[in-house]
């Protein structure tokens, strides 16, 4: 009898986790395809396989999977961790992954209201169109909304299932005789090679500004499957569906239609196939396909989009918020109205859908190489105004060439926008950051606020700029620095004890003297005999940390830590330039009506005193270092 020794049992048992890890990693590949499968790639591989040709349908799909791989194969490093890297850019590159979700929902309603609905439903009215639409945006909403995205994941692999046999049948009950009566022609300005570098740039680029993609290899890392295993497999299923669209776009016939941009499309060519022949199992089968690739698209934004809001938000500290209930902020409901008031608009004037790929290959080219470049861990220093003006101005040279027939201009209008990300493209290229050391870059947008290092890390207030407030008769011992309001005094015999060291409860009176002076500057018009609601401390709390003596300066430093829809918190630490941080503590504020007592939200005209000194991230708030001699005097 043989028995299996220790070394071949634990080589057995790793051969047996790799084999599990890699099905775990290979189930995330049906939500990755059906999440990409949306408007553009689903109708553009019917439409280029007719204008350009196999050659033409090649690079486009290839340049879509391949880069669909290589995000994966990108953040499936070891050496990253997807989490990390977009808990680092996340905050920093708002436009463009907000743009991009609402760019993806927008033209995929716009392609189905386009190229399906019309064709498949002449007799009816436009309405019944936009209702069925309506129905796929309801129904993707309502599942993204009450499930999680590994939920997501296991519902897509059963879409995934139902998507091949719709495939298999509408192709198998394809109507005969769909073959092209004549060849197709395109212009110059619709070529593949015109089209060659947009393509590549723009389709290789999309995955890097696509929330749902950084969502699911961050989810697929915590699971502890690989993330490059899961994007290669989706990428050779996305593959698989681009290629099933282009056959079925074959063998369906030629079905052009001319935009008011004068450019020629075949997206509609499947659709109308269908039909020529009236009702049929074909005709629902494809349906169901369409519906798919809708609904995938849909949930895969919603859930997507909660998830990066919500995240997002959580950390601000934005006014607004005291008034806007976290749900609603972080609703997907919104940039979804914005998608649809967009695609109302690509309906109206009713341009190609080739036009519609012109921003991913000019407008957002820029921003996405910056992003890219901070994902190889290579930042740069990142203008999200430069990037979209070049990104703009190649957008206009892209329109020119491709309504005016200069072919040349389309490329070159690829070209254009890599000129704003240059500095990125050598950061890529050459492997170091082009950001000059200790320089801040520059942010897209809102990021959580960087809190200033307190005396005792190091760090010491700058001396007290007065600023002009609403109040002109503040004093120079007091004004504002950034967002900390600043009081200095200097103690006399009377602030001390019999000791000599200043009496432990001045201290909490110096704080309560700038607490009203920073009201009296903010609020200046607040009377106490007509207002309707009082100012209460609720809470105080001060640590001591140092003493000091009479006529030892001290400076008092005040500032709104945080808020919610009740209560304001302020920060305050005690400092002096021979002790360093005497001490430091916060206390709370509510508000409650006058007549009644009862509990008040922030009332407004507090919002707006307090506005202009509400936590945020400008740079003058950070602190700046000590001084030598004050760091050896604490």
């Known amino acids: 009898m043989y028995f299996a020794g220790p070394s071949e049992t634990n ?58 791989a290589l995000f994966g194969c990108v953040l499936g490093s070891a050496r990253r961790d997807p ?41 009816e009215s436009a309405s019944t169109g936009l209702a069925l639409t309506a129905l796929m945006v309801v129904f993707g909403c309502a599942v993204g909304h009450t499930s999680t995205l590994r939920r997501l994941r296991f519902l897509h692999i059963g879409y995934l299932a139902l998507a091949l046999a719709a495939i298999a049948v509408a192709w198998g009950f394809m109507p005969e005789g769909g073959a092209s009566p004549v060849a197709i022609e395109p212009p110059a300005t619709l070529s593949v090679w015109t089209f060659l570098l947009p393509t590549l740039v723009g389709f290789a680029l999309g995955p890097w500004g696509d929330l749902q993609h950084w969502q699911r290899a961050i989810e697929i890392r915590r699971s502890g ?41 075949a997206q509609a060519s499947v659709a109308a196939r269908f039909a020529s022949e009236g009702f049929g199992i074909g005709m629902v089968a494809f349906v169901v396909w369409v519906a798919i690739a809708a609904v ?142 200790g320089l801040a870059t520059v942010r897209d947008g809102p990021t959580p606020h960087p809190i200033a290092a307190s005396p005792s890390n190091a760090v010491l207030a700058r001396p007290a700029s007065v600023i002009t407030t609403a109040n002109s008769n503040g004093g120079p011992a007091h004004g504002f620095d950034g967002q900390w309001f600043v009081m200095q005094i200097t103690p006399t015999y009377d602030d001390t004890n019999s000791v000599g060291n200043v009496y432990f409860a001045n201290y909490v009176r110096w704080v309560g003297k700038a607490r009203e002076l920073f009201f009296n500057a903010c609020m200046p018009a607040f009377e106490l ?4 609601y009082y100012v209460l401390t609720k809470s105080f709390q001060h640590d001591f940390r140092r003493e000091i003596a009479e006529f030892e300066p001290a400076t008092i430093r005040i500032r709104i830590a945080s808020h919610n829809r009740k209560f304001v918190t302020l920060g305050h630490e005690i400092v002096s330039e021979r002790h360093g941080l005497l001490g430091r503590g916060e206390q709370d504020l509510m508000f409650v009506d006058r007549e009644s007592f009862k509990p008040l939200d922030i009332p407004a005209d507090i919002i707006r005193g307090f506005l202009p000194f509400w936590p945020s991230s400008r740079p003058q708030d950070v602190a700046v270092p000590v001084p030598d001699e004050v760091r050896k005097a604490s």
């Open 11 to 68: 080589f057995e048992a790793g051969l047996s986790m790799m084999r599990t890890r890699f099905l775990r990693s290979l189930s995330w590949a049906p939500t990755i395809s059906l999440s990409w499968m949306w408007g553009l790639g689903f109708f553009y591989s019917m439409h280029i396989v007719w204008i350009q040709g196999w050659t033409g349908f090649w690079v486009f799909a290839l340049a879509n999977a391949i880069g669909l």
């Open 83 to 123: 989490e990390t890297v977009f808990g680092r850019i996340g905050p920093r590159f708002v436009s463009i992954f907000l743009l991009c979700q609402i760019g993806a929902v927008a033209i995929t309603l716009f392609s189905i209201g386009a190229y399906v609905w019309p064709l498949l439903l002449p007799g």
């Open 225 to 265: 499957a690989s993330p490059a295993i899961a994007y290669v497999g989706g990428g050779v299923i996305f593959l698989g569906f681009l290629i099933a669209n282009a056959v079925l776009a074959r063998s369906a016939g030629a079905f052009i239609q001319v935009g008011t941009d004068g450019a020629i499309g």
């Open 296 to 437: 995938t698209t849909i949930d895969s934004f919603y859930c997507a989009t909660r998830w990066y809001l919500s995240s997002l938000l959580s950390g601000s500290m934005h006014p607004a918020l005291a008034f806007v209930p976290v749900a609603a902020a972080t609703s997907p409901l919104w940039l979804l109205a914005v998608a649809v008031a967009a695609t109302g608009v690509m309906s109206a004037f009713g341009l190609s859908q080739t036009a519609y790929m012109m921003p991913y290959a000019t407008l957002l080219v820029g921003v996405t190489v910056c992003l890219f470049a901070e994902c190889l861990g290579r930042p740069t220093r990142f203008d999200a105004l430069t990037c979209y003006l070049w990104g703009l101005a190649a957008a206009l040279v892209f329109f020119v060439g491709y309504r005016g027939d200069l072919p040349l201009l389309v490329p070159v209008s690829t070209l254009i926008a890599l000129v704003g990300t240059i500095r990125p493209l050598q950061a890529i290229v050459g492997g170091r950051s082009q950001a000059p050391a």
């Open 529 to 532: 005999e007509t207002t309707r």
